[in-house]
């Protein structure tokens, strides 16, 4: 079950280490023929400028077949998309798989209930790389 943290962010506890949870993401992400637009390795960026930060990486994904029916339903929730999840590892070595909560993103953007399904594979995607 993916906890809520209270400002739409969803955070699920991986079984996997980041680079182990990236992978998976990966591999079930083409499996379902969505598209990887970009992986963000923010750890290996700040160790570029010779600082330190724990594994983090941003997985910004996609499908315009899901993505262009909310854009035309609600243009503004263009800023929420690509859909994205961030595998990140907290302090005491837990790897958490966080992602923007579909209804937080229906609420936000006044999507109507029937194009949720088009955001809420982000739900089902942590699910499948964290257990």
């Known amino acids: 079950m993916a906890k809520n943290v209270g400002n739409g962010i969803l955070k699920k506890r991986s079984n996997y280490s980041v680079h182990e949870t990236l992978e998976r993401l990966k591999q079930t992400l ?13 750890s290996g960026e700040a160790e570029k400028v010779g600082m330190k930060m724990r594994p ?12 262009t029916p909310l854009m035309l339903a609600a243009p503004g929730i263009a800023i929420d998309l690509p859909l994205k999840i961030l595998i990140s ?23 109507p209930h029937e194009l949720l399904q088009n955001i809420a594979v982000v739900e089902t995607l942590a699910a499948a790389v964290t257990e």
């Open 56 to 67: 983090t990486q941003l997985v910004i994904f996609g499908s315009p077949k899901a993505g």
């Open 89 to 111: 590892e907290d302090p005491d070595g837990n790897v958490l798989v966080s992602y923007n909560g579909p209804t937080y993103l229906q609420n936000r953007h006044g999507l």
């Open 30 to 42: 083409e499996e379902r023929g969505i598209t990887i637009f970009a992986i963000v390795d923010h």
